[in-house]
């Protein structure tokens, strides 16, 4: 290949090349962004342990196990509960910034602290996972305002208490923010791993 013919292809092959390149972590690792991150993991870690225990206390109608296969026809009765779907997090790029994903993070606490606060005046057992919620949400929170992201709400609305007529639709709609839930916090605690990633103690460091 001529030297022009390869500088050719490589002008065409560099911003390729630049595009596809992984990004970068974030520049801010501040202690107190790794510490609110960190307790933030501790305290997810806590909430996916207590999720089936709870769903097995609060959720007693048949076929609506956590694991269960019959979750994806319930979709039409979550839509009619007005539930919404779970806020959705990606990683980090040019299209969706740091404040977007800690934006929806936050979106995600309140989301779900709201529809757990709803239920808890028809259940009982959901008091402990909500209060864990809300310290979820201080902590996240604190990330925020240490690395000064610019404040966005995209918390989805629910009419959910108006639309529990019944016992059985008290138990759907717990059976659906439960597993909701947890799938967010998996999206929730990789998303942190990425962000604040745990450094390696130093040598000789307890």
């Known amino acids: 290949?001529?030297?022009?013919?390869?500088?050719?292809?490589?002008?065409?092959?560099?911003?390729?090349?630049?595009?596809?390149?992984?990004?970068?972590?974030?520049?801010?690792?501040?202690?107190?962004?790794?510490?609110?991150?960190?307790?933030?993991k501790l305290l997810l870690e806590k909430i996916l342990r207590d999720v089936p225990t709870v769903h097995t206390a609060a959720v007693t109608a048949e076929g609506l196990a956590?694991?269960?296969?019959?979750?994806?026809?319930?979709?039409?009765?979550?839509?009619?509960?007005?539930?919404?779907?779970?806020?959705v997090l990606k990683p980090l790029s040019q299209h969706f910034t740091m404040d977007m994903l800690v934006g929806r993070m936050l979106a995600g606490c309140r989301q779900y602290q709201g529809?757990?606060?709803?239920?808890?005046?028809?259940?009982?057992g959901l008091t402990d996972l909500n209060a864990d919620l809300r310290d979820l949400l201080a902590h996240v929170t604190k990330m925020r305002e240490v690395v000064e992201l610019a404040e966005t709400d995209e918390t989805a609305i629910s009419d959910?208490?108006?639309?529990?007529?019944?016992?059985?639709?008290v138990q759907v709609a717990a059976h659906v923010t439960l597993t909701q839930l947890r799938s967010?916090?998996?999206?929730?605690?990789?998303?942190?791993?990425?962000?604040?990633p745990q450094r390696p103690r130093a040598a000789g460091a307890h």
């Open 1 to 40: 290949m001529d030297s022009p013919t390869a500088a050719m292809l490589l002008c065409f092959l560099l911003p390729a090349l630049v595009q596809s390149a992984p990004l970068a972590s974030p520049p801010d690792t501040s202690p107190a962004f790794r510490e609110a991150a960190e307790r933030a």
């Open 66 to 87: 956590l694991d269960s296969s019959q979750a994806s026809g319930l979709q039409m009765m979550t839509v009619s509960l007005g539930i919404p779907p779970a806020p």
């Open 115 to 124: 529809l757990l606060g709803v239920l808890s005046d028809r259940l009982s």
């Open 160 to 169: 959910l208490a108006s639309r529990l007529h019944g016992d059985y639709e």
């Open 184 to 196: 967010f916090c998996h999206d929730l605690i990789r998303s942190l791993r990425t962000v604040a």
